[in-house]
């Protein structure tokens, strides 16, 4: 069994920074990728970043040069730092663990920007 749990959404004013962390733990022998997706209202949910067991990074178009992910191997740890945040960006953060040929979910944290 594997558990990831997402922490430090919130509310933020246009402009503003928030880092998200999410921590996966359980029956863990090695994780693969680490990852980033968002739902907004009324939309599909899309991937935001994610970072390989080698360091390969990708992101999403719109928050190229904006967030930064980062991962601690040794804490099976990932780190999502997110600036100069548009009320666009709002929406349920998931944080997803891939191990192998199963991936897993956390249950999502809030971040919203106001305008």
């Known amino acids: 069994q594997v558990q990831v749990v997402e922490s430090g959404g919130g509310l933020v004013h246009a402009g503003g920074s928030l880092r998200l962390s999410c921590a996966a733990s359980?029956?863990?022998?090695?994780?693969?990728?680490m990852g980033w997706y968002r739902q907004a209202p009324g939309k599909q949910r899309e991937l935001v970043a994610y970072i390989s067991s080698g360091g390969s990074i990708t992101y999403v178009d719109s928050v190229k040069g904006r967030f930064t992910i980062s991962r601690d191997h040794a804490k099976n740890t990932v780190y999502l730092q997110m600036n100069s945040l548009k009320p666009e960006d709002t929406a349920v953060y998931y944080c997803?663990?891939?191990?192998?040929?199963?991936?897993?979910w956390g249950q999502g944290t809030q971040v919203t920007v106001s305008s």
């Open positions: 359980g029956s863990i022998f090695s994780i693969n990728t």
């Open positions: 997803t663990a891939s191990l192998s040929r199963t991936t897993y």
